[in-house]
């Protein structure tokens, strides 16, 4: 028996024409559902960078219509780390509070709580934000985002930004392109992933297998602005919640088998 064919008896046995319940899970937790079909695949809940089972990532059905490659943080951000070792620019002694609260916006519904996510940061490849912020990759094929004060449309910008960092070109974050390349195929470019779908009565119906995907073909989907960075980084957090993703449509049109 093949990994694959272990793969497809497993949801078999475990997953086909059952509904997950998540009776017993927290039901404020937007993942739960995910969890429980984890679990009859017989997939521990860990955050490891590596593939989910036999050599293949295992994707799951969201009502996003987003589907995660993984939560990949930046290898250097201005700000400093908890570790205080992986601040882009040694110049600034620049908390991450701080560095929220300048590149960052309030949110009203939630006491004003600042985030580096929707407005302030860019989604799409050579996209720049109202915030003056871009997202582009340097000479070396590092991602990175920077932030530029002459595209910063933001009335406050002379009083919320520190006057060192008014200016162009200001690397806010960056990926480092042999980091990125490790992290993206030691997941997806063994034998390759999966997902399970369900049918309109929610009932699981089907198990989908698409091909394993290298670094070259990623970056190109990135340029294409098929691939898009969605963050979600907050006050009062320490998780950098930088989600790599693609939009469900993209993923089914990888399928090559059904089973």
């Known amino acids: 028996m093949t990994d694959k064919d272990k793969i497809i008896k497993l949801f078999q ?6 509904v997950p319940d998540t009776s017993a899970a927290n039901q404020k937790h937007s993942g739960k559902a995910g969890h429980w079909l984890e679990t009859q695949m017989g997939i521990s809940h860990n955050a490891d960078n590596k593939p989910d089972l036999f050599g293949y990532e295992m994707k799951n059905k969201t009502t996003s219509g987003k589907v995660t490659y993984g939560d990949w943080g930046a290898d250097e951000y201005i700000f400093i780390s908890d570790a205080q070792s992986n601040n882009t620019n040694k110049e600034f002694q620049f908390t991450r509070s701080q560095f929220l609260h300048a590149f960052g916006k309030p949110n009203a519904s939630k006491n004003n709580r600042h985030s580096w996510s929707g407005t302030p940061c860019p989604t799409y490849y050579n996209d ?5 912020q871009h997202l582009t990759m340097d000479a070396n ?7 530029n004060f002459s595209k910063d449309t933001r009335v406050n910008k002379l009083t919320i930004v520190p006057a060192i960092m008014q200016r162009d070109e200001l690397i806010l974050a960056k990926w480092d392109k042999k980091s990125l390349k490790k992290k993206l195929e030691i997941k997806f470019n063994d034998k390759g992933w999966f997902t399970c779908l369900q049918d309109t009565d ?7 297998f698409g091909p394993p995907m290298n670094y070259s073909s990623w970056i190109k989907l990135f340029k294409s602005k098929v691939v ?11 998780r950098k919640y930088s989600q790599w993703r693609a939009k469900t449509g993209f993923w089914h049109s990888l ?3 059904r089973y």
């Open 141 to 147: 094929e590092n991602v990175i985002i920077t932030y």
């Open 228 to 238: 898009f960075f969605d963050s979600g980084m907050y006050d009062g957090n320490i």
């Open 13 to 18: 046995d475990n997953v086909k024409g059952k």
């Open 128 to 132: 720049i934000t109202t915030f003056g």
């Open 202 to 208: 929610g009932k699981y119906s089907e198990i989908c």
């Open 255 to 257: 399928i090559t088998d």
